[in-house]
């Protein structure tokens, strides 16, 4: 119960190392992908995923 409790209160985040929420961001395989992976880097992402699913 405690822990449910808990999780209420504190809500269930993924944090990294620093305290702040960890955030991730997507691309698809085709198109110009290094470009979105870019500005995901540029934005301080800390998950960059490859979205393959509507590629060729």
Do not use: A, F, T, Y
Not at 18 to 45: A, F, H, P, Q, T
């Amino acid at each position: 119960m405690k822990e449910i409790e808990k999780v209420m209160e504190l809500g269930k985040w993924c944090k990294d190392g620093d305290g702040g929420l960890i955030v991730g961001g997507g691309v698809g395989v085709s198109g110009d992908r290094m470009s979105g992976v870019r500005k995901l880097v540029e934005g301080n992402v800390d998950v960059v995923v490859i979205d393959r699913g509507h590629g060729d």
